[in-house]
């Protein structure tokens, strides 16, 4: 008889622990069998998989019937969280207080295989998944909608380009679920976005296809200004899609349908002003958190120089300015994080922007030391070995690391430490509820420190 299997094939297997990618580990035939990746299960449950991707060194599938549930489980709120549904949100089947300590054990496996960072470390560093005010549906205030090629707008499957049409994203931030975006057809249109600011601004975007968008109610006219000025468009914040496309913005650049061309976001005690297809947290909570987390760790004090790196519209530029009243430098590449920044940060004396790559600003010193405070928040890929090293070279005091991938983290937490730099403070934070994603600030000092 062969052991050979396919695409569709369903095997029993006993799920084993939670990793990094929404999934759990489990194994086909034994301890020592093959591994699968499981999707929609839980640590403990046994389930049947439908096996929907096969690899030379693992396997992919989706829990399709549980044979015996975990106490953790429980009904996903949403319709369309089932295995072939939205590929959006990974944990809805997870009561919430479980889903953190998922994202916690995910923290502490990474940090110890990729982090290089010992049991008894990581049991210092007290390291606990903590959640943001309010539930876990409701917080998104960003989100993205796929248009498929009947027009309907919905999200994607995981690790798939299929569109799910949707009635609703119940994560989504209630202003956007009183919207009509997911009601009518986008026959011209590739994605549609919609923005809802912790300031009162709602406003929709869609991104052609090919052509033009036809001429629509309170759209940009052709040949009008756009959002972010010069066509430019930055990568918007992670969306709930499948997590093979989260970076992706298809389509060209957006055409404003409804609401205003700036929003109104208030963080860090000050109101900024960003285009909606701009960077910004999407959990209304997240700005501050962050922020205080950063400020709590670094403990800025006056006349010390500083680099925010990544640094989007400056928000965390401005909280170290405004404390240490010294020069402070942003370094951001995309042109409407640019243009944001330099709006916003323009009533502080002493703050540059500087519009580059930050592996380019600080190899053509563009960005120079001495320095005394860095904060780091780089996209998903994290900051990688050229730049850490480049920082490190510099000599700060403390550096704050924001990661939303704890495994790009956990890698670069390792080039610190082989460049004279030890984590000294770790906290995570539920910012994604319902989802695999998790943000992390780290606090890095030299060893010797």
């Known amino acids: ?24 580990v489990a ?3 034994g301890p020592h069998g093959r591994v699968v990746f499981v999707r929609h299960a839980l640590p403990g ?27 953790e489980r429980v009904t996903p709120p949403c319709a ?63 989100v993205r909608y796929a248009v498929d090629a009947a027009g309907r707008p919905g999200l994607l499957q995981h690790r798939s380009h299929q569109v799910v049409p949707v009635d609703r994203c119940l994560i989504a931030h209630p202003g956007l679920q009183k919207l009509d975006v997911t009601g009518r057809l986008w026959p011209e ?26 001429e629509a109610a309170g759209a940009v006219q052709p040949g009008a200004r756009t959002p972010g000025g010069n066509g430019t468009v930055a990568a918007p914040a992670p ?48 700005a501050d958190t962050l922020v205080g987390a950063v400020l709590e760790m670094l403990q800025p004090a006056e006349g010390e120089i500083s680099w925010d790196l990544y640094g989007g519209a400056g928000l965390f530029a401005a909280a170290l300015a405004e404390r240490t009243r010294a020069r402070t430098t942003v370094v951001e590449s995309a042109a409407v994080g640019v243009a944001a920044a330099r709006t916003n940060l323009a009533d502080l ?67 610190f430490a082989a460049a004279g730099y030890r984590l000294a403070e770790l906290r995570a934070y539920d910012c994604f509820p319902m989802t695999q994603h998790i943000e992390c600030v780290a606090l890095l000092v030299p060893a010797a420190a």
Do not use: N
């Open 1 to 24: 008889m062969s052991d050979e299997l396919f695409e569709g094939d369903r095997v029993e297997v006993t799920v084993g622990a939670p990793a990094h990618g929404g999934h759990c």
């Open 27 to 29: 194994r086909i035939g």
């Open 45 to 71: 449950e046994r389930v049947t998989v439908e096996l929907t991707e096969l690899h030379k060194g693992y396997l992919r599938g989706d829990a399709v019937e549980i044979l015996e549930a975990a106490a």
């Open 80 to 142: 369309f969280a089932h295995p072939g549904g939205c590929g959006g949100c990974d944990l809805q089947h997870v009561a919430p207080a479980a889903q953190l300590e998922w994202k916690t054990a995910v923290v502490k496996e990474l940090l110890g295989r990729m982090g290089g960072l010992s049991g008894e470390r990581i049991a210092e560093l007290d390291v606990r998944v903590r959640p943001l005010p309010g539930g876990p549906l409701g917080w998104r205030s960003r």
């Open 189 to 214: 249109a590739a994605a549609v976005e919609v923005v809802a600011s912790t300031g009162g601004d709602v406003s929709v975007l869609a991104r052609p296809a090919t052509a033009p968008l036809l």
């Open 239 to 286: 969306v709930p899609v499948g997590d093979s496309l989260l970076d992706e913005h298809p389509g060209g650049t957006p055409v404003l349908i409804e609401g205003p061309a700036e929003v109104r976001e208030l963080a860090a005690g000050r109101e900024w002003r960003v285009p909606p297809e701009g960077f910004w947290q999407v959990h209304p909570a997240a």
């Open 349 to 415: 004396t002493g703050v540059e922007v500087v519009s580059a790559k930050v592996d380019v600003a600080l190899a053509r010193r563009r960005v120079t030391g001495p320095v005394d405070l860095v904060v780091l928040d780089p996209p998903r890929t994290g900051a990688g070995a050229k730049v850490v090293k480049a920082i490190t070279a510099a000599g700060p005091r403390a550096v704050a690391y924001v990661a939303c991938d704890p495994a790009a983290l956990s890698r670069d937490v390792q080039t």
